[in-house]
């Protein structure tokens, strides 16, 4: 049995009180999910419905429009990521969602309670559903590692019968045992962010919010951590709500993704759907790094608008699942009779699921650019012309 496994809840433990907007949240055994494609709409765990936020200038200063008609849904089981640039409003959606900042307009409900109009005291409660990681982990300098994870059991009433166990159980699982006794100041930023996750799942809540989890930490160490955030989702059911500005984080383990822009939501939907056909200018600028591909800088230097005589057409080619690893350029040349000059490219995957994006010149005058462009339609390749290069 893994450590994951391990930690599943007797029901009765940690849970919050009967109020509806609190159990809301509780921990109750929720349905796993087997890989990255969940079975989708179980139901909905959070819901934003026309949410708008405005904070008051202060000192003279105009009200500051921070989120507008939000419309955002988290299925239970999901990972949703919402992504954005600095100041496009992240930190006020998830600080809407936990309650530390409460919606000028619009609902936010919690497995369908209506939450916005609850008062401060059931608010505290409901946050007791709900567990948090930052970025820069939020630890408590003066308590150990083991003090750390104690603290939301602490405050719930927990037994130190209750609290040994529980907090031993939680750093097995995220593969800290042995630093039961240290303080936050020795260790990693990695292994800071794992005492975080062990504490914020100490009550067992079914949903997480991660605010930059990852955004203060290497590469690698990245990695490892957004793979144990997709093993507490897919293991233990958790949902996970997270914002970030980093798009490999979207990419890696997000099923849903909406992409914040000035306080809106300017495209959300099925994280490979959005990354491989990014529709909006903002998500485009955003994927272009890690799902695009860059042209040499000598072809991107002389690219044309207009074709110039016995000159070539520049064509992206974009593949999908079905297609990605298809034999398209040598298939094209056989049946069309033109050879197609590969500029750039690359395969890559998202989940299990692989796409593909190729950069080619075809002659273009006479039927050769028609031709290629009449084969990629047949072979359902979208395509989209980029200019023309001598
Ligand atoms: N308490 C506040 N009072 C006034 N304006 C605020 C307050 N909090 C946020 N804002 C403003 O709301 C907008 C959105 O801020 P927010 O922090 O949510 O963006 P963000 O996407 O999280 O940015 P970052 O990635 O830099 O943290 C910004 O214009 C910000 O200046």
Redesign the pocket.
């Known amino acids: 049995m893994s450590a994951l496994a391990s930690t599943a809840p007797p029901a009765h433990l940690f849970s919050v009180t009967p109020d509806r907007a609190v159990s809301a949240l509780s921990a109750s055994p929720a349905p796993a999910i087997s890989d990255r494609a969940p079975t989708r709409k179980i139901r909905t765990l959070v819901a934003l419905e026309g949410v708008g936020k405005v904070?008051a200038g202060?000192r003279g200063q105009s009200p500051?429009a921070?989120l507008e008609d939000i419309d955002l849904n988290v299925a239970d089981g999901e990972i949703l990521g919402v992504i954005?640039?600095?100041?496009?409003?992240?930190?006020?959606?998830i600080r809407l969602v936990n309650g530390l900042e409460q919606a000028t307009s619009g609902r936010v409900l919690l497995d369908g309670v209506d939450v916005t109009a609850q008062p401060e005291s059931a608010w505290r409660q409901a946050r007791r559903g709900i567990g948090m990681i930052f970025q820069h982990f939020n630890l408590l300098s003066s308590r150990t590692v083991f003090d750390n994870v104690a603290l939301p059991l602490e405050i719930a009433g927990a037994s130190r019968g209750e609290v040994a166990p529980r907090v031993k159980e939680l750093l097995a699982l995220v593969d800290l045992s042995d630093k039961a006794g240290r303080y936050p100041a020795e260790l990693s930023g990695g292994q800071k962010q794992r005492v975080g996750i062990a504490r914020a799942l100490a009550t067992r809540p079914r949903l997480l919010l991660c605010d930059?989890a990852t955004s203060a930490l290497d590469p690698e160490t990245t990695r490892s951590i957004l793979a144990l955030l997709a093993r507490v989702n897919r293991e233990l059911g958790v949902t996970i709500l997270l914002?970030t500005?980093e798009i490999p984080v979207i990419k890696e383990i997000c099923h849903q993704v909406a992409v914040?822009e000035g306080?809106r939501i300017v495209e959300q939907g099925d994280v490979f759907e959005v990354l491989t056909r990014p529709a909006h200018p903002a998500t485009r600028a955003l994927v272009s790094s890690v799902v695009g591909v860059e042209l040499p800088k000598s072809v991107a230097d002389s690219l044309l608008p207009m074709p110039v005589p016995g000159g070539r057409t520049v064509l992206r080619i974009s593949f999908t699942s079905e297609n990605a690893t298809a034999p398209v350029v040598s298939r094209i040349s056989t049946v069309v009779g033109v050879d197609l000059n590969i500029l750039a490219g690359r395969i890559d995957s998202i989940g299990e699921r692989p796409f593909g994006v190729l950069v080619v010149a075809v002659p273009s005058h006479g039927p050769a650019l028609a031709a290629v462009q009449a084969s990629l339609r047949s072979l359902a390749l979208e395509t989209e012309q980029l200019g023309h290069v001598a």
């Open positions: 904070f202060r500051v921070a954005g640039r600095s100041g496009a409003g992240k930190s006020t959606l930059e914002i500005h914040i306080g």
